[in-house]
């Protein structure tokens, strides 16, 4: 069984400029989690992705969005990237979604730096 | 709105000895679930332990296991013959189950934990 996978582990961009960071459900799984985590704090959720729709959005500006492919894969996107923007991205794969009682299993994470 | 406490930034116990992390919660939801994830410092967040608020009975994982009190939104968790291996981040974790919600995880802050040889 494989895990979940992020991609890349580290990303360093200037303010203003665009980012995608990618992940890959756990086998099995259709559905995808993104969380902010900020240095020294608990992740705070930024939206999930169930059978390719928006399954609810935490508090988080519209320049945070993303996709859901048939594969169940996902991508975080970041346009206009703000310092305060620098932190650990995680993503979580579960299955059942909506209502959903699963456990969320997390990536390794990507590390993004903006300067 | 539901929010998740844990008031211990940092603790420290020595190899083998037993230490307790506490968290408390607060909702208004009759149904949902508990966590306790642990980040290491090569930063992957692990599954510890889960708990069903339906279920009465204390989980337990091997040395991990929890003291789950309802009504005093209280999620307390036990690790019994600490190993270097725990040195970690622990976080809990709430969720709410049923009735349309999205299962979004809420955590805390955190609790570092440094096991000593």
């Known amino acids: 069984e494989t895990g979940v996978t992020q991609s890349p582990t580290h990303l360093i961009k200037t303010r203003g400029q665009q980012v995608t960071l990618r992940c890959s459900s756990q086998?099995?799984?259709?559905?995808v989690s993104w969380y902010q985590q900020a240095l020294g704090q608990g992740p705070q959720f930024i939206f999930q992705y169930y059978r390719e729709e928006e399954n609810g959005r935490g508090n988080f500006p519209p320049r945070f969005s993303g996709l859901q492919f048939p594969n169940y894969s996902s991508e975080l996107n970041v346009n206009a990237l703000e310092l305060d923007d620098s932190a650990l991205y995680l993503c979580a794969s579960s299955f059942g979604g909506r209502a959903g009682t699963d456990t969320q299993y997390f990536g390794p994470g990507t590390r993004l730096t903006v300067l | 709105a539901q929010t998740v406490t844990q008031s211990q930034p940092e603790m420290s116990v020595q190899e083998a000895e037993t230490v307790t992390l506490s968290c408390t919660y607060d909702?208004?939801?009759?149904?949902?679930?508990l966590f306790w994830y642990k980040q290491p410092p090569s930063r992957q967040m692990i599954l510890v332990i889960r708990q069903e608020a339906y279920k009465q009975q204390n989980a337990t994982e091997n040395r991990f296991s929890v003291n789950f009190q309802k009504a005093a939104k209280s999620f307390s968790l036990k690790i019994s013959d600490s190993q270097l291996g725990d040195t970690a981040m622990y976080f809990c974790a709430f969720t709410s189950v049923g009735g349309g919600a999205t299962n979004k995880l809420i955590f805390g802050t955190g609790t570092l934990l440094a096991v000593q040889p």
């Open positions: 086998s099995g799984h259709n559905t």
């Open positions: 909702t208004s939801e009759s149904n949902y679930y």
